[in-house]
């Protein structure tokens, strides 16, 4: 820094000599003796937040609510209105052992103003297999079908392959019927359902479901979209796609 | 017997007409140590304005400056028996006050980072505006300046601190360079080079004054 500086900035320090000098109040030298009789000097802010605390918590709950996203939308993979089901390989082996039945119910009745799907009655299953419908197929409050895509995340949880019975699958996809002996004999299908949009018809016997047989002891796998179903139409074999 | 009260009375006369002779800052901590109050009276008459006024002009804000002020003189007092006579006095209070004018930024800064406004302030930003002006209308009348005076107010207040302490040291405190360099605890030359980028700062922004 030479002198030129220096001088240079002169005006600046003469301006700032220029300000006038602030007074302490009157009641200065009372407020120090008061604070001298309290004993200490006084706690600026009174209750003090730690700094790695003040910046801590604040990161680690953007991290707790962007970590529950992330996971949410790990185990959400796939088109939220496929219905996620493929025929269990061992299907016609072994299948799942019936417990006490009981009540499964995820989502439970509700009314939506924008005409969102609704599952209006919970389904019965066994404990080894998990049923439960969240999200919406289609955009009728009065459609049947639904997704199991929430069955497979809860499934996850207790089963490391959750098992659905066909018999519960093809009734959520809305194609209501009966094994016989050939297969599954649709007697009826939900209005706007994934079945009755996908020209699955009354009388059609559902023979398989993504290329495997459907039979009365098969069981669903929930981690693989239902895409192509086979029926017996006339005697002559289908294959149909299933539209979303 | 009125003699002798003629004669105490002259005598006390005679005491109150004596000069009374300054003490230094020295010698009025020593009597504060041995518990002379009044001591510590004259140290606060001594330096509750400048002290006031430095802080104020670090802070531009007269209610926290004077808080501050105060709590310097508390720490001074509890403190005091490890005070050393090596530093000057002035020297001593300047950085205690110093200090606490900085915990006090950093503490708005932290209360500005938690807003939500603060979270997302960049940088940059922060060395720029490291200190928001106080933009508060002063509550005692004696003290509202004129317009001139508060835009340099502001302009000094929204310097770095590193530039801000000396140059209000240096050109409203009048205090030299050896002692703002030892409140600072910095060397000679780097003083002087901050004071002097600070000045430079300052004229930038108000060349409209110059």
């Known amino acids: 820094m030479s002198d030129e500086d220096l001088q240079n900035n002169e005006p600046v320090s003469r301006l700032l000599g220029e300000l006038k000098h602030v007074e302490a109040p009157s009641d200065f030298d009372f407020g120090v003796r008061a604070r001298i009789a309290a004993g200490r000097p006084a706690e600026k802010g009174g209750f003090r937040i730690p700094v790695w605390l003040a910046y801590g918590a604040p990161l680690a709950l953007v991290l707790a609510v962007g970590g529950y996203f992330a996971l949410n939308s790990f185990y959400s993979v796939g088109d939220a209105n496929v219905p996620v089901v493929a025929l269990n390989e061992k299907a016609n082996v072994a299948a799942p052992i019936p417990a006490p039945s009981r009540e499964v119910v995820s989502a439970p009745p509700v009314t939506k103003p924008d005409d969102q799907l609704v599952v209006k009655k919970p389904d019965v299953v066994s404990d080894s297999n998990v049923v439960a419908v969240k999200k919406p197929i289609a955009k009728d409050k009065n459609a049947g079908g639904g997704s199991i895509d929430l069955a497979s995340r809860v499934g996850r949880r207790f089963h490391a392959t959750p098992q659905i019975p066909a018999k519960t699958v093809l009734d959520l996809i809305g194609a209501k019927g009966s094994f016989e002996a050939d297969g599954w004999r649709v007697q009826s299908t939900t209005p706007n359902s994934l079945a009755e949009r996908s020209q699955i018809q009354t009388g059609d016997v559902i023979e398989s479901v993504n290329g495997q047989t459907v039979t009365d002891k098969s069981t669903l796998r929930s981690n693989t979209p239902l895409k192509t179903v086979r029926v017996r139409r006339d005697g002559k074999s289908v294959d149909i796609v299933i539209k979303n | ?210």
């Open chain 2, 1 to 210: 017997m009125a003699h002798d009260i003629d004669t105490l009375s002259g005598t006390e006369v005679s005491r109150t007409s004596m000069p009374e002779e300054k003490r230094s800052d020295h010698a009025l901590i020593e009597a504060t140590k041995s518990g002379d109050e009044a001591a510590f009276g004259e140290i606060m008459d001594r330096y509750r304005s400048p002290i006031t006024n430095y802080l104020y002009r670090f802070l531009n804000d007269y209610e926290e400056a004077v808080d501050l002020a105060q709590e310097t003189f508390v720490r001074v007092y509890f403190a005091i028996d490890r005070y050393h006579t090596q530093f000057a006095f002035s020297t001593y209070i300047y950085r205690i006050a110093t200090n606490l004018a900085i915990s006090e930024i950093r503490r708005r800064k932290r209360r500005r980072l938690m807003s939500l406004t603060g979270l997302f302030q960049s940088e940059e930003d922060t060395q720029v505006e490291f200190q928001p002006p106080d933009t508060r209308k002063l509550q005692d009348t004696e003290l509202v300046e004129d317009e001139r005076s508060q835009i340099i107010a502001r302009a000094i207040a929204a310097l770095p601190e590193k530039y801000r302490i000396p140059v209000i040291l240096r050109d409203i405190e009048g205090r030299s360079y050896d002692e703002i360099a030892e409140i600072m605890q910095l060397g000679l030359g780097t003083t002087k080079s901050r004071i002097n980028r600070g000045r430079g700062l300052l004229k930038e922004k108000l060349q409209h004054y110059l």
